[in-house]
């Protein structure tokens, strides 16, 4: 694995994997694998965790963007529509490896159809699903 992992405060492997799978960052993780884009916005996120507070996600995403696992991407000035987002949280490449060398990407199919199941989205959460993302054409 690349030693690109932002371990700041001296964390072993050991406890990087401790870290990602404290219960709220875990769950982010797994949102963003079960995501069709691999990249939800924070609107998203926070809609997919009701019991947490906003901040409180907004917090721990921070600490996985710290950490090196989760990257932030943005649309390019000329992509952003007004009442869409523009910022996404997807995993970054190290991240990634990270989490398939200690076998946390095994469900990841299985979140994905899990996922396409949720029926009852609000309508802003599909309009937001549904917003260009980094990359597309």
Do not use: C
């Amino acid at each position: 694995m690349s030693t690109d992992l932002r371990t700041a405060e001296g964390m072993e492997s050991r406890e990087l994997v401790h870290f990602v799978t404290q219960q709220t960052r875990f769950a982010l993780i797994n949102n963003i694998l079960q995501h069709p884009e691999q990249l939800p916005s924070m609107y998203e996120l926070e809609e997919l965790n009701p019991s947490v507070s906003d901040a409180t996600v907004y917090k721990h995403i921070q600490k996985l963007i710290d950490a090196g696992i989760v990257k932030e991407v943005a649309l390019n000035d000329d992509q952003r529509r007004q009442g869409y987002p523009w910022k996404f949280y997807g995993l970054s490449e190290d991240g990634r490896e990270f989490l398939k060398e200690h076998n946390l990407l095994a469900a990841e199919e299985t979140l994905q159809q899990i996922y396409d199941t949720i029926s009852d989205k609000p309508e802003k959460m599909v309009k937001y699903e549904n917003a260009p993302r980094p990359g597309d054409s």
